[in-house]
């Protein structure tokens, strides 16, 4: 059924995967895109706070929001151009762990290392997913939107949407630009990587010698789920923070100082470290205040072991911040957007 759907006062603990009790003055669940101008025009919406939600497994609530929530339920896959690549048109609300297998199913190579990422097409490009050494951007060949600032459609091209380590424009205009389609090139066939840490040896484990993008996914799949907790389970955001990525002369110090600390160096001569082993140094992997903790599995991963509240979490975040800056000299960025009064 296309439109949309109303909701006032509506709960969002259901829509965020750190399980947090928040409400939205107004929420509006879209199953067609070329209703958004129309809605956005209302009176009771226009001069609100707007607010994008896909799945809600990057964000914060550290209070209700008191503007409208747009969800984003669209669906469409369409493939535009096939031969050796393929362009394809994929909906904001489709969930992208089911576009990535439909991709490899069709027998399209490139998103393999993506697999599992939970969330919607529509917010890969905000933060330019990654994992296994891929990021999302390589495959974008533009980007679908509703800019409501000059209210009109707009395509951004690939330079357009200035992608970085988990960054993009959209985080540089936030509230701007709403996401309803993203344009991917996928090719039949380029090099696996399979050359970030546990692939290659994940791989042996399954006994595969000459390995095809389905081995690669399903190898990934199975280091992803021995290390980082399922939402299903116990509310959480996947990395909480951001690997900072420091100055080389800083990620020589903290090396030497810290031999087991893992650093990626980056192609304009700066070091990403690992934020996962700073936090574990400092003391914080497996700690709890109540209901909001830091996972036994994963330092990076903030939790919500029941009922923690959105303020709580947020004050935990603070607390390793702080304690990773005293110890290391190193300051972590949250990667989740934080929404709410005390943000
Ligand atoms: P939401 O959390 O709903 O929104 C995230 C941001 O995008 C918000 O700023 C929101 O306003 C904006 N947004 C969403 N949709 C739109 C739209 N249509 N238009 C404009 N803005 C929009 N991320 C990685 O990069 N790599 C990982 O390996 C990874 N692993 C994870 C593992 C777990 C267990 C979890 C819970 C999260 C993980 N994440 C990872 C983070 C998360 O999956 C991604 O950031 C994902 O893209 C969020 O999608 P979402 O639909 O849930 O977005
Ligand atoms: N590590 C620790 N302690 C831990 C966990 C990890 O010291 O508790 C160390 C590991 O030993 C390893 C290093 O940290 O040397 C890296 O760990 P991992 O491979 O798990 O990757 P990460 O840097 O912690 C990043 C992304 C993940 C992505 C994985 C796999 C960020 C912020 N996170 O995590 O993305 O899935 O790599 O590529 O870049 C997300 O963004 O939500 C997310 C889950």
Redesign the pocket.
Known sequence: MGGYTLIENAPLANRNTLRVAARAKLLAEFRDASRLPELLDFPAIRNSRLLVLGEGS?VLFTGDFDGTVLVMATRGVQVESDGDSARIAVAAGERWDDFVRWTLGQGYAGLENLIL?PGTVGAAPI?N?????CEVAEFIESVEAWDTREHCVVTLDHAACAFA??DSLFKHEPGRYIVTAVRFVLPRSRPLRTD???INEQLARMGVDKPAPFHVAEAVVHL?MS??PDPAVIGN???F???PIVDAALAEQLKRDHPGL?VWPQADGRCKV????L??AAGF?GMREGDAGISQ????VLVNHGKASGPELWALAQRVIAGVQEKFGVRLEP?PLVIGASA
């Not at 997913?129 to 050494?133: D, E, K, P, T, V």
């Not at 690992?274 to 082993?277: G, K, L, V």
Request: hydrophobic share 40%; aromatic share 14%; charged share 25%.
């Open positions: 990057n990422i933060q997913i990654g994992a296994y050494g380590y988990r970030y840490a546990g992803r290390k980082l955001a996947g990395s923070f951001k690997n893992a690992s934020a996962a082993w936090i574990e992997k599995r994963h330092a990076l990667e």
